[in-house]
Nanobody
Framework: QVQLVESGGGLVQPGGSLRLSCVAS????????MGWFRQAPGKLRELVAR???????RYTDSVKGRFTISRDNAKNTVYLQMNSLNAEESAVYYC??????????WGQGTQVTVSS
């Protein structure tokens, strides 16, 4: 059974930082491209960042220079370090695992609220 479990969300003030984690089980983690998505109320889910099996990273323009995605294959974990957060980035953040074939898995999401 495949599971992706996110953690690290919460309430943070504008300009603050959070580090999200996603632990995967039931997959050969090192063979999966990993991603972080977010969905705000009334909006479509959007890609935030991705990291390939080889460690190549890709970010949506609005987070470049502030967010960092990384992975630890020994721990089956992908991280998203988020700095200089703003209120518009309040959303549920989801972890995604993709084998670039037919298999794609999602976590249950973790809420990030940026508010003073």
């Amino acid at each position: 059974q495949v599971q992706l479990v996110e953690s690290g969300g919460g309430l943070v003030q504008p300009g603050g930082s959070l580090r999200l984690s996603c632990v995967a089980s039931g997959i050969i983690f090192s063979t999966y491209r990993m991603g972080w998505f977010r969905q705000a109320p009334g909006k479509l889910r959007e890609l935030v960042a991705r990291i390939s099996t080889g460690g190549f990273t890709r970010y949506t323009d609005s987070v470049k220079g502030r967010f960092t995605i990384s992975r630890d294959n020994a721990k089956n974990t992908v991280y998203l370090q988020m700095n200089s957060l703003n209120a518009e980035e309040s959303a549920v953040y989801y972890c995604e695992a993709d084998d670039l074939g037919t298999m794609e898995y999602w976590g249950q999401g973790t809420q990030v609220t940026v508010s003073s």
